[in-house]
């Protein structure tokens, strides 16, 4: 595993480094340090193959939830996670996909069960779903897939491209893993591409809106605070 952490606090770089350290200290090939957004964007350009990144948020000129957004525009699969002094900041993390806000000081044994958490995610990444299509078998990352919904006796997945099939929505269904969650007869959302919930639609980060049923609302929010 591949980890950066970004931090204008000298200390809190050492100390999270040692912690990372502690906890998986075989599996990791590298961990690199960056006092600043802008340090960490230029090392950036030589090297994204980071499967971990640690930012504060409160850093001088660009902050960590900006410098998120532009992580995000390269990479969707890699794991953020958000350390501040200050909870009004953990709403802003539906538009990056954070993966956790620590709050400061950092404990040691939350931040190794953040860890865990985000070792599983890249795991669960590695997963595809099968599609044959025509003559051809289309393999799809499970992380790429936004939304799937059934018109008819067809069904469409929404990844990076669109792909459908002569299959039932129950039968796609099966081939899902905890990381979507089936809002209706017609639409099976990825909880992790959900920027907003209302109480009559999801909004997706593309700005999709998938229309919700009457009863669909505290389902899909329950499944949101559960899985994630």
Not at 44 to 70: F, T
Not at 155 to 160: L, Q
Not at 202 to 226: F, H
């Amino acid at each position: 595993m591949r980890f950066a952490i970004c931090d204008d606090d000298t200390n809190m770089l050492d100390y999270l480094r040692r912690i990372i350290l502690e906890w998986g200290r075989p599996e990791i090939n590298q961990i690199e340090m960056f006092p600043s957004a802008e340090a960490f964007l230029f090392g950036y350009e030589e090297n994204k193959k980071y499967d971990v990144i640690l930012l504060d948020i409160e850093m001088n000129k660009m902050n960590g939830v900006e410098l998120a957004k532009r992580i995000r525009a390269f990479d969707k699969t890699v794991q953020i996670i958000f350390v501040t002094g200050y909870s009004e900041y953990i709403s802003e993390g539906y538009d990056v996909a954070a993966l956790h806000y620590l709050m400061k000081p950092v404990v040691k044994e939350k931040l190794f069960e953040v860890l865990d958490r985000a070792k599983e995610k890249l795991s669960e990444n590695e997963k595809y779903l099968c599609l044959k299509i025509d003559s051809e078998m289309v393999m799809i990352p499970l992380h790429e897939i936004r939304y799937i919904e059934v018109e008819g006796n067809y069904v469409t997945v929404h990844a990076d491209d669109d792909y459908t099939v002569r299959q039932t929505l129950s039968e796609m269904e099966q081939e899902m893993d905890d990381r979507f969650f089936r809002v209706s007869r017609s639409f099976i959302i990825n909880l992790f591409k959900i920027r907003k919930v209302t109480k009559s639609e999801a909004i997706l980060i593309d700005n999709t809106a998938i229309p919700l049923p009457r009863n669909a609302y505290q389902a899909l929010n329950r499944a949101i605070i559960e899985r994630l």
